[in-house]
């Protein structure tokens, strides 16, 4: 799952970073009003923070450009303004929530998880397809029942492929999902192989139903026959 916070006061969007990351999700940081409308632009999240107030101009533009982009979902606003306006104006551009500053990062890993919930499943907190199930907040999975033991990768790309069941999903952004933006501009995409190669193997000695399809030169399907 990818996060993208945009903030440009250092202090707090470290902080908010590293607790983002220390919950296994793949952060990206937008300093700036310009920076945030490029990436917008340019990459899906999974979830948005989005401050209001930002060097270069307004997050309620951000938000504009997301809805223009057809993707206004799943936006929380982070902001010191607690104005009444403001957030009304945020939820009327399609935020998802809003958050006063300061917050506690409990509560901010909550309103994600719930976000996140909201949005890739229906409410509930697993993921189910054949006899293989998710716990996504568990970070566990299990086939007819017994516990598969998967890395934090194999995870994570687990999911991203079931979130995306049915649908081609392409190596690149496969790489962006699972190991964000250091994994940009590679062409040397190997290491997906490799990853995928291992979750293979271990999801067939469990008895999955499931297949990973490869398709050739592009990306991967998760499917069940
Ligand atoms: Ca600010």
Do not use: C
């Amino acid at each position: 799952m990818k996060i993208l916070v945009v903030e440009d006061e250092a202090g707090l969007a470290d902080v908010i970073t590293r607790s983002l990351e220390r919950e296994h999700y793949v952060v990206e940081l937008a300093r700036d009003h310009r920076s945030a409308l490029l990436k917008i632009a340019d990459h899906a999240y999974d979830v948005i923070l989005l401050d209001i107030m930002l060097p270069g101009g307004s997050g309620l533009d951000v938000l504009r450009a997301l809805k223009q982009q057809g993707t206004p979902g799943n936006v929380i606003i982070i902001s010191a303004k607690d104005s009444l306006e403001d957030k009304l104006t945020g939820l009327d551009l399609g935020a998802d929530d809003y958050l006063t500053k300061p917050f506690h990062l409990a509560e901010l890993n909550a309103r994600v998880r719930s976000v996140l919930r909201r949005k890739a499943l229906g409410g509930g907190n697993g993921i189910s397809a054949g006899n293989l199930r998710m716990d996504v907040d568990g970070r566990s999975v299990q086939v007819d029942g017994a516990e598969v033991a998967l890395n934090r990768k194999e995870f994570d790309t687990l999911q991203h492929l079931l979130l995306n069941k049915d649908r081609l999903v392409t190596r690149g952004a496969l790489a962006e999902h699972v190991w964000g933006d250091h994994a940009d501009g590679g062409d040397d995409l190997d290491f997906i192989y490799s990853q995928i190669k291992n979750l293979r193997r271990k999801l067939k000695q469990a008895g999955a139903t499931l297949e990973i399809q490869a398709v050739y030169g592009i990306g991967y399907k998760l499917v069940e026959p």
